[in-house]
């Protein structure tokens, strides 16, 4: 007989029983923001650019994997907007359950930084996923492949301003729940003044 994939409060029980079991070795990743950029300038250059990606783009890092040459217009690809702004227009594969042509994310490229990279990966210059040990060599321990991923959400609304519901798009959510289950900090106090 096939059992039922676990859900829920019965799924995290079970998580949360593994990383005890494990001590906390399948942490999440602390964040990673471009300010960490500096420190890391000591890896390869296809290394650095693949973290630069990972910062700049929120990517998941199978996703960053897939910002090469090759892949222009079967994974991402790039377009432009009335006021000649670049959108990376990326495929995500994971989404199994919504219809294809609602998996592509958009992502405006607003920075400096990712007009760059889009630039370099479109004129071939490649990426390689770094090893954690060398990230961690260089930013200290817990500091993991998602922790560009884990810095974007904030430093794009603290440091640009960008409102929480486009960053959750941008990231490719379904919805802000998820993005606020994941990425919002848990210690954050938010409030208008009255």
Not at 94 to 101: A, G, M
Not at 128 to 144: D, Q
Request: charged share 35%.
């Amino acid at each position: 007989l096939s059992v039922e994939k676990p859900r829920g409060d019965v799924a995290r029980r079970i998580t949360d029983e593994n990383l005890e079991e494990r001590d906390g070795a399948q942490s999440e990743s602390l964040p990673i923001y471009p300010s960490h950029l500096d420190e890391l300038e000591s890896l390869p250059d296809e290394q650095l650019r693949w973290m630069r990606l990972s910062v700049y783009f929120g990517l998941r890092p199978h996703e960053v994997d897939q910002m090469i040459a090759a892949n222009h217009t079967k994974t991402w690809t790039v377009y432009k907007v009335k006021d000649k702004t670049q959108i990376l227009s990326f495929y995500q594969s994971k989404l199994v359950r919504i219809s294809r042509e609602r998996r592509w994310k958009r992502i405006p490229c607003i920075l400096p930084e990712q007009v760059a990279l889009i630039h370099e990966i479109k004129h071939g210059l490649k990426i390689k996923r770094p090893t954690v040990k060398a990230i961690e060599s260089r930013l200290g321990e817990g500091h993991r492949l998602y922790g560009g991923r884990k810095g974007f959400e904030k430093y794009m609304r603290t440091d640009y301003g960008q409102r929480f519901e486009n960053i959750s798009r941008w990231l490719g959510h379904s919805d802000i729940r998820r993005t606020e289950q994941n990425y919002r900090e848990i210690e954050a106090v938010e409030f208008d003044k009255i």
